[in-house]
């Protein structure tokens, strides 16, 4: 089934309009989202002040809108409003509220404009209704893309390039409200297949994840880098490892540098990892939270009748650093396996190889002398054992290793989900600085202009109407961009919010149905010690009874 979000079911929440080409969404299972590539056609034909003329409204008249405009904050902007309806509560719709900051903005009263903006980034009322005259106070309305719209032009013109990236970088999260300590986690990708396989919040620490794609377990180590130690190593390669990486035997990757770091968990774990990279640069900085994702440990398996397998990746030993995710800028490095610190050779090392060479000849020499067939037979052996081991190691072992495929299709969908969030947020973060180069060069013609008209030759009449037209077209073209941008976020809150739901609120439910089991069983312990308490009366009693009972027959019988 697919859901377009020109239907009317999306008509809620995304507004319709002539410049954006909006994605497809495919729904599975009412789970899955699937985000086609959008179109990067934007339309520069309408006004560029139609964000800023909202239809006549009932609340804000001009003499009133003067006087908001010249309003320290949206508190004092609200009491005006207040003193002027006749109503003592109620929600300023989105309309009056773009009225509001674009009179601002014509005054020059930007510190208003940002602060109704950040009013209604913490306003959970959306919209202005008639039960809104039950409310005791006056609120602001959750901004839309009109506002955003209007604030960023705004703030462009007014040379307010840092704010303006800040109300972009706002765009981004629809639905978080200033101040949030809670984000939705950073993605991690599983490092063999690189799929998003799990999200890492900040109170995670330790967790094993299953990938749905290579059935394999991984380990990830979340936690802020309390030290880091990095050495360059020699990048001079003998030639007969030269030659056996010409010939394909040998397929590791040189590694350039050498880190040892310390990762703390929140919980307060310390573990060391080492490992190599390929390039000398440091994957992330002392202070910073990282996430590594390790191969499945040794005290991770599952039973195959009498055998224990490890579902870990092929050709990783148990624990061993695999990928580094950096929170802070989003890197994800891949990580080379840390050359040996006793500096162990290979049995590929020609210092090796020959001489256990020659004691293998003269081996088959000896026992030629006992046997001519002998040293057939052992040459025969030896290659077969070597073609068992080699078909082993590379096919049996890694689909043995593997977990059940009804294992992993219940995070399959969840995967997907996450797969399909991370494409998003690719897509918003090209958006956003494409954004953020338009909005500098916004600034930078409207800085032109001030100079043209402070000028005032009339020779820059001619440029003057060029800078303006080249102005007119950025806006437009940044106000399609915020629209995909706004788009794409929402779609982005759609999946977490399913994400979260699928996980976080079915913990809480267990929890919460742990507790309450807990709790039954613990009436359930006190009734019973009561009736053995009970019972235990009861037989004393029965005691004293027959006791009492005898006591008259035995006098008698004295």
């Known amino acids: 089934m697919t859901l377009n979000l020109t239907s009317p079911w999306f008509s809620s929440f995304y507004p319709r309009s002539p410049y954006v080409s909006f ?11 699937f985000v086609s590539p959008v179109s990067k056609s934007i339309r520069t034909k309408s006004s560029a002040n139609d964000v800023a003329r909202p239809s006549a409204s009932k609340l804000l008249d001009d003499e009133l809108l003067t006087r908001l405009s010249g309003a320290r904050d949206a508190d004092e902007a609200l009491e005006m409003i207040a003193e002027r309806s006749e109503r003592t509560g109620g929600v300023v719709d989105t309309a009056d509220c773009c009225s509001v900051i674009s009179a601002a903005l014509d005054q020059n009263n930007v510190n208003l404009a940002l602060s109704v903006f950040y009013s209604m980034r913490s306003s959970f009322d959306p919209v202005a209704s008639e039960s809104n005259a039950l409310i005791e106070r006056w609120k602001w309305s959750r901004p839309d893309v009109r506002v955003y719209t209007s604030l960023v032009r705004g703030l462009a013109a007014s040379l307010r390039v840092s704010d303006a990236l800040r109300v972009i970088a706002d765009v981004c999260r629809v639905g978080v409200s200033p101040g949030e300590e809670v984000p939705f986690g950073k993605l991690v990708r599983c490092p063999s297949c690189m799929i998003a396989v799990a999200v890492a919040q900040p109170q995670h620490g330790i967790q094993i994840v299953s990938c749905s794609k290579c059935r394999y377990q991984y380990e990830l180590v979340s ?4 030290s880091i130690e ?10 007969w490892k030269r030659g056996l990486r ?13 880190h040892s770091i310390v990762v703390q968990t929140p919980s307060g774990i310390a573990r060391t990892h080492r490992f190599a990279t390929r390039t000398v640069d440091l994957p992330a900085q002392e202070g910073e939270r990282v996430t590594i994702a390790v191969a499945a440990p040794s005290n991770v398996y599952r039973q195959m009748g009498p055998f224990k397998v490890s579902p870990k990746a092929p050709n990783f030993y148990p624990g061993e650093p695999m990928c580094l995710t950096n929170h802070k800028d989003g890197r994800e490095s891949l990580l080379v396996r840390a050359p040996r610190k006793d500096g162990s050779s290979s049995l590929l090392n020609p210092s090796i190889l020959f001489p256990l060479l020659v004691v ?15 040293p057939q037979l052992l040459s025969v052996v030896a290659v077969g054992s070597l073609a068992i081991g080699t078909t082993l190691n590379t096919l049996v072992f890694p689909q043995m290793n593997r977990l059940p495929q009804r294992t992993v299709d219940a995070i399959a969908i969840k995967q997907q989900l996450l797969s399909q969030y991370d494409v998003i947020q690719s897509r918003i973060k090209d958006l ?6 338009e909005v500098w060069m916004l600034a930078r013609m409207c800085q032109l202009e001030n100079k043209i008209f402070a000028v005032g030759e009339p020779s820059y009449r001619a440029r003057r109407s060029r800078v303006k037209k080249v102005r007119e077209g950025l806006e437009n073209s940044l106000k399609g961009r915020i629209e995909l941008i706004e788009s794409y976020a929402r779609i ?11 996980s976080d609120v079915l913990a809480a439910e267990a929890a919460s149905n742990v507790e309450s089991i807990a709790e039954q069983i613990q009436q359930i312990m006190e009734l019973e010690n009561l009736e053995e308490r009970w019972k235990q009366a009861a037989e004393a ?3 004293v009874e027959r006791l009492l009972s005898t006591e008259p027959i035995t006098t008698e019988q004295l």
């Open 23 to 33: 994605p497809e969404i495919s729904v599975f299972k009412t789970l899955t989202f």
């Open 223 to 226: 936690g802020d880098i309390a």
């Open 230 to 239: 990095s050495e360059e190593i020699s990048m001079e390669i003998p030639a």
């Open 246 to 258: 010409f010939l394909q035997i040998m397929k590791e990757s040189i590694p350039a540098a050498v």
């Open 360 to 374: 293998l000849a003269a081996g088959d020499a000896a026992s030629g002398i006992l046997d001519p067939s002998l």
């Open 432 to 437: 956003k600085e494409a954004a953020e180069k």
């Open 492 to 502: 982005s809150s759609m999946i977490e919010i399913e994400v979260e739901m699928a």
């Open 541 to 543: 009693n029965d005691e």
